[in-house]
């Protein structure tokens, strides 16, 4: 910063003018370890500081397209007579702008795993993708109709042969176009014993996969979903929960109706992420899914879903890229303390994210 004294006033200039003569006439002097000198500037602006309030003004240069300007210190008190405000509001302005820039550049997707570009077959593939599971729903929702009243007579709370046309609907739609390997299928719990199933959610494609494993959890959906016509009428009669996620109210029915159905014999699954995750890295888990657990004495089941991402990105739900899904379903924990089951399964399925890349 550029600063000149004068009897009861002080000059600040920009650039070289005819002010240099001035400047030149005084030593450099030490603020707060660093060195301020003098040196000539452009367009003074005048201000009634004493000597000592003057050395409180510094003036650092900054380029912004090839012009310098002057910063001054927002700590010192700009209450004085004569004070400039356009000065003062001028860097103000300055600062703030400096900060939104931070924050913008925090805030970009560089850190975003690469997606494929997305071509004309990606969105060939999407469209036959939806088209085909259109078509299956149609029938297989008919036949879901049908068998309904037997369902609600005989199995009310499982509803395996609900669960077992959803089966059929997600493995013919997905097969021809994505191929799932699976890993540790032997640590799935028999079908008729409850437990608490998790994964970690990256793509509207999880839950297809995730149907291809043949147990008869429940899911957790947005009641908005429930409106679609067909699935959403499929997932009301397979016992899907509700959950209005901004209505706590709601959220506590879902987790009473949760463990309801834990101790007559069904079994549940969360995203306990929330969410999916929109640059592949694994978010915080919420705590409910755990808390159940802890409370009916069930077994939590992690699971790693791997590639979903990528194949259907998030927002980018009109496309389907090539590629191979894996699951990974890893050995129950079962405890009775909601804080380790959920580390410990969050641990799991960051394990298993990291040893893929």
Same mark, same amino acid.
């Given at each position: ?14 650039? &070289? ?43 650092? &240069? ?10 001054? =210190? ?132 999880d839950i297809y996969v995730l149907l291809t494993i043949g147990r008869p959890f429940k899911f957790i959906s947005k009641t908005s979903i429930f409106l679609y016509p067909i699935v959403g009428w499929a997932m009301f009669l397979m016992g899907v929960i509700p959950l209005k996620?901004? =209505? ?110």
């Open positions: 910063m550029e600063v000149t004294f004068q009897p009861s006033h002080a000059v600040l200039y920009h650039r &070289q003018s005819r002010f240099a003569s001035t400047s030149s006439l005084l030593p450099p002097f030490t603020y707060k370890g660093l060195s301020i000198r003098c040196s000539p500037c452009r367009w003074p602006i005048w201000a009634n500081l004493s000597k000592s309030a003057c050395r409180s003004v510094l003036c650092i &240069q900054r380029k912004h397209g090839g012009i310098s300007r002057c910063n001054i =210190d927002a700590k010192e008190d700009f209450g004085r007579p004569n004070y400039d405000i356009r000065l003062h509001t001028h860097h103000r302005l300055s600062r703030y702008a400096v900060g939104r820039s931070g924050l913008t550049e925090a805030g970009t997707t560089s850190a975003d795993y690469p997606l494929p570009e997305v071509n004309t077959v990606s969105k060939f593939r999407g469209i036959g993708f939806y088209a085909i599971t259109a078509f299956n729903a149609i029938y297989l929702f008919v036949l879901m109709l049908v068998a309904h009243p037997f369902v609600l007579l005989l199995d009310q709370y499982k509803r395996k042969a609900h669960m077992f046309i959803a089966k059929v609907w997600a493995t013919v739609t997905v097969t021809p176009f994505v191929k799932i390997k699976f890993e540790g299928l032997e640590n799935l719990p028999p079908p008729d014993a409850p437990a608490v199933y998790v994964s970690n959610h990256q793509s509207f494609l996620r901004m =209505d706590s109210k709601s959220q506590l029915e879902c987790l009473k109706r949760c463990i309801d159905l834990i101790k007559k014999g069904a079994s549940v699954f969360f995203f306990p992420e929330g969410t999916r995750s929109k640059d592949g890295k694994l978010g915080s888990f919420k705590k409910g899914a755990f808390s159940i657990a802890a409370k009916t004495k069930v077994p939590v089941v992690p699971i790693t879903l791997i590639g979903t991402g990528k194949i259907m990105p998030p927002g980018r739900e009109a496309i389907l890229n090539t590629g191979s899904v894996k699951v990974v379903i890893h050995k129950p924990i079962q405890g009775n303390d909601t804080e380790v089951l959920c580390s410990e399964s969050r641990n799991i399925i960051a394990d298993a994210l990291n040893r893929q890349g």
